[in-house]
């Protein structure tokens, strides 16, 4: 009966998620040309999600062992911390630079080298040695910018170069999500669980069977996918680099959108860090797996919601709405933690009224994240320079990198209050950026599609003002 409130809210998330697959047609996808074309197009869409999917699958199996795992090897809180901190200041140290490689040398070769440096940076995990498990981690930060940013890049100009809709380009952003943030997400809880506790094979196990997953992807890139390129006409990265801060600095559309985005996601992975804390605050047996399950499972509603919501309207619109209720959401959190007093006859036992009420809070802000991620990816494919996109995305990537890195490293010094206060700040600067967002794009239709030779196009935001007449 412990459980039992867990799977009512599951429930509360599965049944219209379900009804809405249902109406919609899980196989659906519009294009707006022969029938030629769109089997085309789903054949296309169909190659992308089985090899992201299979990434997203190797990611997700290592993020609920990596701390137990250094536990394991006998390494202390901050040291741990240490650990943590290397990865995201990897990424926001070397993230901008692959991110450019990424457009210079090839968005294939920059996926190819994701494949490679997270399977290295797994088989790390089989060393106790401080030194070989940064290195991991260093890797891992590595990887994750390439994860973020050159399967993105690869995705967009291939569709365009290709002579796909911008709806079916929504659509796949949606299933990717659905499926690559959401079901992969839960199969890969599942899955660590019985290779750690039902075969008993060590918590490097989740590591080496996301090698595997890793690999298999690798070969489907290395087989199907053709090579494209951002900007082949500079010469060195600083000239790349400048461009893309040019483009920035000139497009208001631009800035915005690196501003809504660094905002959103650092409240998003400061989250992570927090709901523990929050829901248990005295050391309450709280369900980590059940909770889990109920947080991907309402992204994947939320990720299922964008490709309605993109159906019928305009990103720049809908998020105004999306940020408000994430705000909200987050209220919540914020307001039970102003209570810090502590009862020490809780610990142990099951999940307060107080807990409850988190949990549906934390389910409401996860089906935002949902809605967030596909149309971000819509948004940025709108925006984005396709010659810069790559080093564009690893830029906006740099304040939430620091971010994160700062919380790290300071969490115990901050009140669980004062963290939630910062986090709901960061949801209404994003939607005051989408209100302006929304205001200057009105009327006008950016397009970044690829260049056919791979070459550079203008270097900047081009309204098409045909369809503002």
């Known amino acids: 009966m412990e459980d039992l409130f867990y799977y009512i809210c599951w429930s509360v998330i599965v049944l219209p998620m ?7 047609g899980v196989a659906a996808i519009s294009d707006h040309g022969s029938a030629g074309t769109a089997a085309a197009a789903k054949s296309f869409r169909n190659n992308y999600l089985a090899v992201y999917s299979l990434q997203m699958l190797g990611d997700w199996l290592q993020g609920p062992y990596v701390y137990a795992l250094y536990e394991h090897y006998g390494y202390s809180p901050a ?3 240490q650990l943590f901190i290397a990865g995201f200041g990897s990424s926001m140290l070397f993230g901008t630079f692959v991110g ?59 569709h365009f170069k290709r002579g796909f809709s911008e709806q079916a380009l929504g659509q796949t952003f949606s299933w990717a999500v659905f499926l690559g943030n959401g ?25 080496d069977a996301a090698i595997v997953f890793m690999l298999i992807g690798g070969v489907i890139i290395a087989l199907t996918w053709t090579e494209n390129y951002g900007d082949t006409t500079s010469h060195d990265l600083t000239a790349q680099f400048t461009k893309a801060w040019e483009v920035i600095t000139a497009d208001p559309c631009v800035a915005l959108l690196g501003a809504i ?18 829901m248990s605050p005295n050391k309450e047996a709280i369900k980590h797996g059940l909770i889990f399950v109920n947080f991907m499972t309402a992204s994947m509603l939320g990720s299922f919601l964008a490709g309605m919501l993109m159906k019928r309207a305009r990103p720049e619109a809908y998020m105004k709405g999306v940020f408000a209720v994430a705000a909200c959401a987050l209220v919540v959190p914020l307001v039970l933690a102003l209570d810090t007093s502590k009862d020490p006859k809780l610990k142990g036992k099951p999940i307060t009224t107080s807990g409850k009420l988190q949990l549906v809070s934390f389910c409401v802000f996860e089906t935002c994240v949902g809605v967030f991620w596909p149309s971000m990816m819509k948004l940025r494919a709108d925006y984005v320079p396709e010659e810069l996109r790559a080093t564009i995305i690893n830029i906006f990537r740099i304040p939430l ?21 910062l986090c709901v700040a960061f949801m209404v600067v994003s939607f005051v950026g989408q209100v302006q967002l929304d205001r200057l794009s009105s009327g006008k239709q950016y397009y970044h599609k690829a260049s056919s030779d791979g070459g550079e196009l203008d270097g900047k935001a081009t309204p098409d003002l045909a369809g503002a007449s």
């Open 183 to 207: 079901l992969m997400a839960i199969g890969a809880g599942f899955l660590g669980d019985y290779l750690v506790e039902k075969l008993s094979l060590g918590r490097v196990a989740p590591f």
């Open 79 to 81: 040291q741990i911390g």
């Open 18 to 24: 379900s009804a809405l697959v249902w109406r919609e």
């Open 100 to 158: 450019a490689l990424a457009d210079k040398a090839g968005r294939k070769k920059a996926a190819l080298g994701y494949v490679l440096t997270y399977s290295l940076s797994c088989v790390t995990k089989h060393s106790p040695n401080y030194w070989v498990l940064m290195c991991g981690r260093v890797l891992g930060g590595i990887a994750t910018s390439l994860l973020y940013s050159a399967f993105e890049s690869w995705l967009v100009a291939e």
């Open 261 to 278: 985005q660094a905002m959103f996601e650092a409240a998003m992975y400061s989250f992570v860090f927090l709901w523990t804390m929050s």
């Open 401 to 421: 990198n620091l971010f994160v890195c700062i919380v790290l490293g300071n969490v115990e010094a901050f009140p669980l209050a004062g963290m939630f206060g």
